[in-house]
Each structure stands twice: as C-alpha cells, then as structure tokens.
C-alpha cells in the first residue's frame, strides 16, 4: 500500500517545525529520520478526521526514512563511488627540448653588473677610434737635437735625459735660459769646456742666486765640445737643453729666427767646425769670461737675433 503523504506533504500539510528533516551536510543523498514522538503529536493535533492520514502519513515517512537508512552510507561507499568514477587520462608528457635549446637552458646567464661594462663599450669604441688617427709628422729638426744631446755629445751622461741634472747642472724649468739668457754664450761655455774656466764665475749676474762658479759642483769638469761637433751639431744640442728641456718658449721672435737658421744649415748639409773665436766674439763679458763682444747688437753671430734684452726678458 503506497503511503497517503509524501514527505513534501507532510510538510506542507503540517509545517516545517514539526517535520525538521533535512538532506545531510555529510551525504547529501540521505534524508534525516523524523522522530516518533512527533508524529504522534501531530496526529494529536490535527484530531480524528485527520488520524488516518497522518497515520499513512507517518507510515509513509517511516518508509522513506528507512529506504534510505538502508542505503549504503559512510567513507567505504563513498571509496567505492569514488573508484567507479573512471579517472582523467593522465597528460601526454611534453617532447624534450632540441640541443640547441637545451644548451642555451643550461648556459650561465650574464651577472647584472656586467650590464655596466656593456654601457661602457661605446665610449670606449669611440676612445679608441680617436687613437687611431694618424699623429702629425713629428719636426725632424728636434729629432736631430735630441739625438746630439743623448748620443753623440753625451749631454744626457752628466745633466740628465729630461734635464734634471746630476753630475752637471739641471736645464729644467728655465734654469738654463735664467743662466745663460743669450744662446751664444752658453755655446761659447760648452765649446771650451768649463776646465777653461775653473774657479771663474760665469753666467748671468741678475740669476736667483747669482752666476756660478765653474767648478764649484766638485762633480768633474764638462769636457770641450768643440772638437767633437759641428757648429750645427753644437746649436741643435744647445737648442734641446734651452727649448725641449728647459721650456724655453719656442714661438718668440728671437727664438724662430734662430731656429730657422738652424734648420737652414741642417737641411744645406752645413759641416762647419766650431769657431770658438767667432763665438768668444758674440758672447757678453759680464756673462762669459774672456767674451771680446763689444756689439751686443751684430747678427752674424750663431743664434741669430736670440739674446740681448727681449731673451733675457723671456727667460
């Protein structure tokens, strides 16, 4: 016999309140059974007409609760539920990398302070194009000086290859230019050597520290050069001490005059010998001892126009 109510009617029929059943939170399929003693309360209250159907009712509710207490509850039904689900293909496993990739995975990553050095390539490319361009042709005329002064006078020996001195006087920082402010008598001092001169002062009297004295270092005599040099060979180590070594300025008038006539003899093949008398004859007797000079103007005089006041004001 089918029951008279169902649950939903039952409900409707006699309220929520006195049929509290519910769906499990746990399993949701299984409906809660409704007490006893509540339907014998609502068949109470409801009174005879109604007896019956609550009864069938009940009866009904009775069924319902104990078809679905038969059904199979807890954690191995739902194990069993669980594996009859058919399960996921498992995902096809990705192709392996090609060689080149799998190399270019497994290389050493650049640090992030090399990024610095890269920036710093293009200044440095542009540094170096800049050296790459073609120096000027250096003037063979100071070429010619400096290998007099270093090799064939043996200057460099005894004052040193940058003119700091040593055994003889320092040519640096115009030192040379404040002794002698006239080339031609410091050409007349190195052509006879200053043993010629010993315990004579030479050189300028308004020096820092007046003239001196020849022989006074007590480091040896400067040997004679005039025997060992040309007079054009003389005026290109004179113009290496005073020009390259002592910072003489070589763009002054005095100066380029002299120069040139030096670059004249050079460039003619000039292979005159030194005339200490021509010289002795050009140079200052307050500077140089047994000077005959009494024209400080002349111009025959090796170097030119160089000395007098403009000289000596330059140095």
Known sequence: MEPAYSCREC???????????????EHPDTVTEIPEHL???SRARKGGGDDAAAASAGSAVEATGAAVSAAPTGPAALAAAAAATPADKPAAAAPPDPPYIAAAKARKKMPIWAMGLVACVPVWALSYAGTMQQPAVEDLLYIDAAEVYNVTGGCAGCHGAAGAGGAGYAFSNKEIVSTFPNPVDQMVHVARGSAAINGEPYGDPERPGGQRVSGAKGSGAMPAQKDALTQVQLELAILHERIVLGGDDPTTPANVSWIESVRTKLEGGDTSPVDLDLLLSCADPTMTPGATSDNPDRTDCPGGEAGGGEQAAGG
């Open 11 to 25: 409900v409707r029929l006699y309220g929520a309140s006195l049929f509290p059943f519910s769906r499990s939170t």
């Open 39 to 41: 339907l014998k309360r």
